[in-house]
């Protein structure tokens, strides 16, 4: 993803940090359900973690409003990310072992309002957007690392004060996004409590901290873009904001209109798997 490493250097890292996942040491409580209305010190389970309500409360999922204290991971709950196993399975029928339904899910707890924020047509829309990209620059979730190994060396700004670390040539692309550069390695391991300057290989050995990175990007970068592709989701400009969020000039404004088309056709696929209209915006 070319222009979303390359534009990332200028852009500061997230204003708040994502604390790392806490070990999940508790039972899940009953999972949350909008319908219900929750009063003061009520407990629920929300994407594999514990939610307590601080007053009275119906229709605000945990984690995207203030009215829920996080009270840490939790095992044996149901699973209720808008997009669910086996949509996840439909999406993606020929993706590499690596990148597993519970590694994305357990990688939600980094930016929790992400696929929870607005109408639950909004949140699936979202997620399928946020999906359509992985599926485009990973070649259907197949590829855990970037395949061009003469390129990796290229990777390493070393203006930067921190330098390289890990070496010239251990920032290239993994993850779903194809995370790349020491600069995004940097300033999201800041924002994600991770040491992934140094250890830029963690990307590709857990399947959490892969899909955390993509989640960093979509959360806090607007790249090339006016805002980040969270907001353009969850604000209605659409999916091709989010294009431009990731890649620019380099495919909007008659960039290269047949990528556009290429990430339209993907999300408008997506979005059918999931069940919703793919909304207006769709081009960029």
Sequence with gaps: MSAVVAAAAALPQAATAAAAPAAATQACAPTWNATTAYTAGGTVS???????????TQNENPGATTVWSDRGACT?????????????????????????????VDALHAYPRFANTGTPQTRAREAAAFLTHADFESVGL??????????????????????????????YGRGPIMFSWNFNYKAAGDALGLDLLNDPWLVERDPSVAWQTALWYWNTQNGPGTMTSHEAMVGGAGFGETIRSLNGALECDGGNPGSVEARVARYERITGIVGTAPGSGLTC
């Design 46 to 56: 929300h994407h594999g973690r514990n939610w307590s309500a601080k007053w009275w």
């Design 142 to 171: 197949r590829y855990v690392k970037e395949i061009n190994e003469a390129n990796y060396w290229r990777k390493c700004d070393y203006s930067q004060p921190y330098g390289c670390p890990a070496g010239q040539a251990a920032y």
């Design 76 to 104: 044996g709950g149901e699973q209720d990310f808008v997009i669910s196993e086996e949509q996840f399975d439909e999406i993606f029928p020929d993706r590499h072992p690596f990148y597993t339904y519970q590694g994305l």
